[in-house]
C-alpha cells in the first residue's frame, strides 16, 4: 500500500507540473483508476490528429475532469452533459469555451440533439460518466450507435467504490 501511496504521489507531482502550472487551473486525476485510460488517450493523441467530444456525466469543470485536460491542453471542443445545473453554471463561468447543457442524459434523444448542435457522425471521445452507475448504462443505450462512432470511449464503472 505504501508503494502505491508514493507511486500516486509521483504521479500527482508530475501532473501538476504538467498541467496545473501551465494553465492556472486546478486539475486532477484520480489513481489509479485513469492511469490506464490516460496512457492511451495520450498514445492516440501523439498518433492521431483528433479534436472534439462529447462528455456524458461532466460533474465540475475542472477536478477530475478529462475534457478539460483535452480542451486546455489539446484545443478540443465539445459537448458537456450533466444533471446537475450548478455544475453546469461553473462550466458556462470557468470553461467558457466548453458547450454544457443541463440535461437528463437517460431521455435525451441523441439522435436529434447531436445533428442539431453540428457534432460529427464521427466523434473522437466519448466520456460515460454519470451518477450512479447504471445511470451510466441507460444513457449509453440512448447514443444512434448507428449513426455515430467514436474513436475512443471510456465508460466509468465504479466497481472500485463498491468492490465487486
Known amino acids: 500500500m505504501e508503494n502505491l501511496n508514493n507511486i500516486k504521489l509521483f504521479l500527482n507531482r508530475i501532473y501538476y507540473f504538467l498541467f496545473i502550472e501551465r494553465f492556472n487551473k486546478k486539475l486532477s486525476i484520480e489513481f489509479p483508476k485513469n492511469i490506464f485510460r490516460w496512457d492511451l488517450i495520450q498514445h492516440i493523441i501523439d ?4 479534436e472534439n467530444y462529447l462528455e ?5 469543470p475542472f477536478h477530475r475532469s478529462n475534457t478539460a ?4 491542453a489539446y484545443g478540443w471542443r465539445g459537448l458537456s452533459i450533466d444533471y446537475n445545473s450548478d455544475s453546469i453554471q461553473k462550466h458556462h463561468h470557468e470553461r467558457p469555451n466548453n ?3 443541463c440535461l437528463d442524459a437517460t431521455t435525451i434523444d441523441y439522435s436529434v440533439l447531436l445533428p442539431h448542435l453540428n457534432m460529427p457522425t464521427v466523434i473522437d471521445y466519448l466520456q460515460l460518466d454519470c451518477d450512479p452507475p447504471d445511470v451510466t448504462w441507460e444513457a449509453m443505450h440512448r447514443i444512434p450507435w448507428d449513426s455515430y462512432k467514436f474513436r475512443v470511449i471510456t465508460y466509468e464503472h465504479d466497481s472500485y467504490y463498491y468492490q465487486d
Open 47 to 50: 498518433k492521431y490528429s483528433y
Open 56 to 60: 456524458i456525466g461532466c460533474d465540475v
Open 69 to 72: 485536460v483535452l480542451e486546455l
Open 99 to 101: 458547450t454544457a447543457y
